[in-house]
């Protein structure tokens, strides 16, 4: 069993592959040496022994969904038996350090009975889809859709969401509020864009009304911007775009920018659970077999979490920026997916200009613009006594992601260590330390 070996160290390579070589022979199979993964000098730090079959077998069934072992099975295996380490459960730490964003729609109706089934996702440390909970709703009123919510919260131990993703259904809007009251609420931009398309068929609007929900300048100049589309457009009077204009303080990103959504910002996530459960459910399905075939469904979520987690702890990536300093600590401190969305920023800084605009004792304000565009210019605040950044653009505060602008304004200043206010902890390697027993 994997716990035999668990934890076991060996002073080379060679010593390694004997000792699981004897393991395998034991066991009654064959192991050989698979991925590696080597350090900028060359040397190797970390080297995968697989089953012989792992990866033929994968290919005699058409896959790993069809094969009887693979190295996901193993993964599985340690997945299960770190379950057991975890202080009250998995779930509790699910809970904790995921359940602040959530995302749903009911619009997958693949089932015998017709009956919608409502998902609810969002993203784990990785920037990973990962499912909550799911629910097959017998109607689609405001009342079953508040028993829904309740149902949730109190399956994820009375902790509500900070804020939800939803398409514009308008009994999922109204048992929002009734349930989830302090939750800031945004509409999926994959459902604005699509209803614009139906009711406005015009490819040159939908162009600048994609302006509008991405806008990141000041709200305070969102009414010029809509009545110029108006004029532009001849939609003065439009009955779809008056209802439309009712909501949007819930679609357009210059009233939620401040508001955190991790990566979550249209229900298109949901489109891509449900292409997933295709492959999975059909019609014929009766109920017992459609909860069966879903729960087959989501443990490839399950898997693709696994994988990142091993991608992160036993590999690095290579420095690439000239901003070496802040690219290997980022390398370092969070999951490999989010470092890469971290080093797309840390590039970006060296295209900025930047300039001092006043200093006290505690504090400098400067102003950064992008290199041949002075127009779009963002402020940065550093408070040099709490050790504290602030940002015009807000991609700090709506993603949990350190902006092009800091990093700018740290190579400036000549301030090398990474201060703990931009650090994001559950986007970290340990975001779930502190429910796992050591």
Known sequence: MVEDIWNLEFRTENEACQFDNTYACWHGFVMRKDDVVRNNEGRIICRQLVCSKDGLEEYENGGYRHAGFTRKDLYNHIDRYRRSKVKNGDANATINYLIDIVAFDSTYKKNKYNKPLVIFSGYNH?????????GLLSDETTDTYKWLLETFVEAMGGKSPKAVITDGDLAMRDAIKNVLTDASHRLGRWYLQRNACENIKNH????????????????????????AILDKHNLVGSTWMEKTYKTHAMWSH??????FFRYIRTTSQCEDINSLIKFYVNRKNTFID?????????????NNKLIADFKSQCSKPVMITSLEVYERFTSCYFT??????IRNEIQRAGALNIKILSTTLEKVEFSVTALGDPARDRRVEVDRSKNLFSCLCKLFESRGIPCSHFFCAMKFKYIFEFSDSLIYKKWTKNAKNDFIIT
Do not use: P
Not at 126 to 134: A, K, L, M
Not at 336 to 341: Q, S
């Open 126 to 134: 990785h920037g990973q889809t990962v499912i909550f909970s799911s």
């Open 204 to 227: 040159n609007f939908l162009w600048d009304f994609k302006g509008l929900i991405y806008d990141n300048n000041d709200c305070r100049d969102f009414d010029r911007r809509w009545a």
């Open 254 to 259: 210059c009233f939620l920018r401040d508001k």
């Open 290 to 302: 459609f909860m069966h075939n879903l729960d087959r469904a989501l443990k490839e979520y399950r």
């Open 336 to 341: 490999r997916n989010i470092f890469k969305k």
